[in-house]
């Protein structure tokens, strides 16, 4: 049985979640690009939306830890997000965007 949204499949019988359609799933590289990179302290994160929606940013580490967490009310058009990385360290890491069950990343440098 699928979900409203008839992404997730759901084990009626259970209530859980036995399962995702992935083809229900876009895949893209919508353009994401972030300035200054690399940065020291904080970075300003672009991205151009076909549609409003809940966009979810998640901050990575070179080891695969989310180090932030970020919501925007996206809007259709270009969206800009100020990223302050505190006191993490010099590294690379990894911008991960969703909306609108939509995925892009985007790599991002600090430097001390």
């Known amino acids: 049985m699928m979900s409203n949204n008839e992404m997730v499949i759901l084990d009626p019988e259970k209530n859980l979640i036995v399962g995702i359609d992935e083809r229900k799933i876009q895949y893209t590289n919508f353009r994401i690009q972030n300035y200054p990179n690399p940065f020291a302290s904080s970075t300003t994160i672009e991205f151009d939306l076909e549609e409003p929606g809940r ?3 998640e901050i990575v580490n070179q080891f695969g830890q989310v180090v ?6 996206g809007q259709k058009g270009l969206n800009k997000v100020t990223w302050d990385a505190g006191s993490l360290p010099a590294g690379i890491f990894i911008c991960r965007i969703a909306v609108n069950c939509k995925y892009g990343t985007r790599k991002m440098v600090i430097v001390n």
């Open 68 to 73: 932030d967490n970020l919501l925007h009310a």
């Open 55 to 57: 966009v979810e940013i």
